[in-house]
């Protein structure tokens, strides 16, 4: 079901929500605010027609990060009424468990809110960047090293499948031989992605990237009035919630 | 004994067309074939399916009758040698000498026999100088004929070269050329060449086999943007 | 050879990378302004190393031991920064995944323009020519990292020519490239020569060199023959003793 389409939201609608997303997070630390602040962003990101079938394999893959946190959270802190004492030792106390409880809602904020930048393209946000006044080479290299990791990372694939194709055994293979391949095989890709990075830097400068201190664009991003709106909503709703 | 695709479909995740659809070729031993189509048909999508790197949506590769999909890849590799159309991204050894013994030494041959392949291939590739050189700061063309050199040395049943003469000179062209009709003959190899070089594939192979989807393909997903406007 | 109206200009080359043996060996050429050049040598020769020389990028960032002289349109280039020689002198690398930065091909034709500082009327204008000239209006919003091999070339390609410099070395255009990736390249070149440009491009297949203007032979790092392919074409000899047909 999609009640409107963030994919239309202007990048800097998104920029912006998302920062008042994570500092509400960080900055409130009630138990009921925080889940009603998850619900609303789940909400958000599901009626926003955000596509969450990929979407949420990525915030798949932070359930056990969160979930482990989650534990020793409980487990170390010490405040608030005893819940469960074995053999007269205190395990778990109210207060382990509130501060996980935090911890663990903050982190799913954070998660489902990247999931807004989702929407758009990197190179719309290139140029939200550019447009709020950030200098182009940092809000370049900022994009390009998004833009990057999957890059590089289907350059170690490649690598990994070059490896096993000369018959090095990798699925079948015990986890010492495993590692050992990984540990041989982890510098010349480290060397390859340095080699990379300074190939691009030198073929940006080949076309004359930083040939003059300004730079034009050949598009342009203009807010719509519901983007202003957006822009103006949010700070301010921010703000009172931080406030009351 | 065949290298089989089977009714193959296949798209990429972000593609709007499938590349191959009921694709379906043989390659034989002791058989030199060549794999023609105009840029973008999906040659290279191919012969990654062919090596199990990508998987088909549906159909199947038998590499001598056994589905390729219940083999890994190293398991692969060594019945079918390949090399891909970037020959930068498949080198990973600190030196040439390392890069050709690495699938020589996962094969377990004798000292004496890995010597002997590598000193032949350095030597047929003229390579014998570089041999301590850094794969990296070699030229283009030498890193190609290094991947050359390192697949051939593992003497291999098949052989899938991605445009293997696309950096190479005149000169190293005959030469390749004459190697694979040698070992096609001699070891019953069989070899399928991507190749858009009208000559070798004339000069070299037996069969083309030509792609089917003429010019470019419309292949690519509009950006949200534009979907959404 | 040598005039005023020389474009690039070259005296006494030598070129040593920081390890290894020397690879240029005193080279020297002159071309004029508007003339197509082609490279022609085997592998390992030197002919990428003299394109990064032209460009700069010798030694400025790869690093070596140069000597000798370079001028483009009358100027030294030693000393001046890439980005500012790259407004003179635009390069092709050999090999395209190494030189595609941006995340859509629209992106990757206005990178050069929009370093240039201009009017995104003229940027659009330039991205229009080089999409109709390569054949690349469908592919207009893909990523250049998801193309195939010869599309990714093409678009290398297109991407310097949106910078539309007075020089052009390509390295190895038709490489990866279908009969008809070729034919568009080279009428691409055609089209640039009738405007002045001057273009040096890297070839190993000399069939396809033979409409170059002049071939510059290199063995073994040193400039054997500069002059019409006609010429040399009629010394089958020498051409056949060093393995170039
Ligand atoms: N990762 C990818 N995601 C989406 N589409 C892709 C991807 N890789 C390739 N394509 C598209 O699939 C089609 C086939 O690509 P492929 O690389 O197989 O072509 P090819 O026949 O090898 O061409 P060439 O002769 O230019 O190398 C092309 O249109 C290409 O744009
Ligand atoms: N970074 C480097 N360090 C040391 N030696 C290098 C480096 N780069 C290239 N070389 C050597 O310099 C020689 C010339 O290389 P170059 O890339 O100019 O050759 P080329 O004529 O372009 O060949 P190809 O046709 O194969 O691309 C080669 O023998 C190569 O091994
Ligand atoms: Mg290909
Ligand atoms: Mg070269």
């Known amino acids: ?37 998850l619900v609303f962003t789940c909400l958000l990101v599901m009626l926003g027609g955000a596509e969450l079938s990929g979407a949420l394999g990525q915030v798949k893959g932070l359930l056990g990060l969160i979930f482990s946190l989650f534990i020793i959270q409980c487990f170390f802190t010490r405040s608030g009424e005893p819940w469960l004492v074995i053999g007269g030792f205190t395990l778990i106390t109210s207060g382990g468990i509130e501060l996980a409880c935090i911890l663990s809602l903050r982190l799913f904020i954070l998660a489902f809110s990247a999931l807004l930048l989702l929407t758009g393209e990197v190179r719309d946000y290139l140029l939200a960047l550019v447009q709020m006044k950030i200098p182009y080479e940092i809000a370049f290299m900022t994009m390009a090293s998004v833009h990057f990791i999957p ?24 986890w010492r031989k495993k590692l050992h391949t990984y540990l041989e095989i982890c510098l010349p890709i480290l060397v390859g992605a340095l080699k990379r990075t300074r190939a691009m830097a030198l073929a940006m400068e080949a076309r004359a990237f930083r040939a003059y201190p300004k730079r034009t664009y050949l598009r342009r991003l203009v807010l719509k009035k519901n983007d202003k709106a957006i822009l103006v909503a949010v700070p301010v709703i921010t703000l009172v919630l931080l406030v009351y | 004994m065949a290298l089989e695709a089977k009714n193959l479909y296949f798209k990429y995740p972000k593609g709007k067309k499938a590349v191959l659809s009921d694709f379906s070729a043989s390659f034989l031993p002791g058989e030199l074939a060549a794999l023609t189509g105009a840029n973008g048909c999906g040659k290279t999508t191919l012969t990654k399916i062919l090596l199990g790197i990508l998987q088909p949506q549906q159909g199947l590769v038998l590499l001598d009758g056994r589905n390729i999909a219940e083999l890994t890849l190293a398991e692969v590799g060594r019945s079918v040698g390949y090399v891909m159309q970037n020959p930068a991204q498949q080198l990973f050894c600190t030196s040439v000498e390392k890069e050709m013994d690495y699938g020589l030494l996962n094969l377990g041959l004798s000292e004496e026999e890995r010597e002997k392949r590598i000193n032949y291939y350095l ?4 390579l014998s100088r570089h041999r301590k050189s850094f794969p990296f700061h070699l030229s283009l063309g030498e890193q190609q004929r290094l991947l050359l050199a390192a697949v051939l040395a593992m003497k291999p049943r098949y052989l899938i070269l991605d445009e293997p003469t696309a950096y190479l000179d005149v000169y190293r062209r005959r030469l390749l050329g004459e190697h694979l009709q040698k070992i096609r003959t001699e070891l019953v190899c069989g070899i399928i060449v991507v190749s858009h070089d009208r000559d070798f594939v004339g000069e070299y192979c037996q069969r083309e086999v030509v792609m089917p989807g003429a010019g470019m393909v419309e292949n690519h997903v509009d950006s949200p943007q534009r979907r959404a406007l | 050879m040598m005039g005023i109206n020389a474009a690039v200009e070259v005296r006494n080359l030598d070129f040593t990378y920081e390890e290894g043996p020397q690879i240029l060996h005193r080279v020297s050429f ?3 302004q508007g003339s197509l050049t082609a490279v022609i040598g085997l592998s390992g020769c030197g002919k990428s190393t003299l394109c990064h020389c032209l460009c700069g990028l010798i030694p400025q960032a790869l690093g070596g031991e140069l000597s000798g002289e370079i001028l483009l349109q009358g100027h030294d280039i030693s000393g001046r920064p890439l980005a500012q020689l790259a407004q003179t002198i635009g390069l092709v690398m050999q090999n395209p995944d190494l030189q595609l930065v941006t995340t859509t091909v629209e992106d990757e034709l206005a990178f050069a323009p929009e370093n240039l500082c201009l009017s995104p009327a003229e940027i659009a204008r330039r991205i229009e020519r080089v999409l109709a000239w390569l054949n690349f209006e469908h592919l207009r919003l893909a990523s250049p990292h998801d193309l195939s091999g010869g599309q990714k070339r093409l678009l290398a390609i297109g991407a310097v020519l949106t910078l539309e410099p007075q020089i052009l070395v390509l390295d190895e255009p038709m490489s990866h490239l279908d009969q008809q990736g070729q034919k568009l390249v080279k009428d691409a070149l055609l089209a640039l020569l009738k405007e002045g440009c001057t273009i040096i491009m890297v070839e190993h297949d000399w069939q396809i ?3 170059a203007d002049n071939w510059l032979v290199m063995i073994d790092g040193r400039v054997s023959y500069f002059g019409p392919p006609a010429d040399i074409l009629q010394d089958k000899d020498f051409l056949l003793q060093h393995n170039l047909l």
Do not use: H
């Open chain 3, 209 to 211: 060199a033979t409409f």
């Open chain 1, 151 to 174: 890059i590089l990372r289907e350059e170690a694939l490649n690598v990994f499948y070059a490896i096993q194709l000369r018959g090095c055994e990798l699925q079948k293979a015990s």
């Open chain 1, 1 to 37: 079901m999609t009640l409107f389409s963030l994919v239309k939201w202007d990048p800097r609608c998104k920029i912006i929500l998302m920062a008042c997303l994570s500092t509400l997070a960080m900055l409130r630390g009630e138990v009921w605010f925080l889940f009603g602040l």
């Open chain 2, 123 to 126: 030597e047929y590739f003229q």
């Open chain 3, 30 to 32: 002159s071309l004029p």
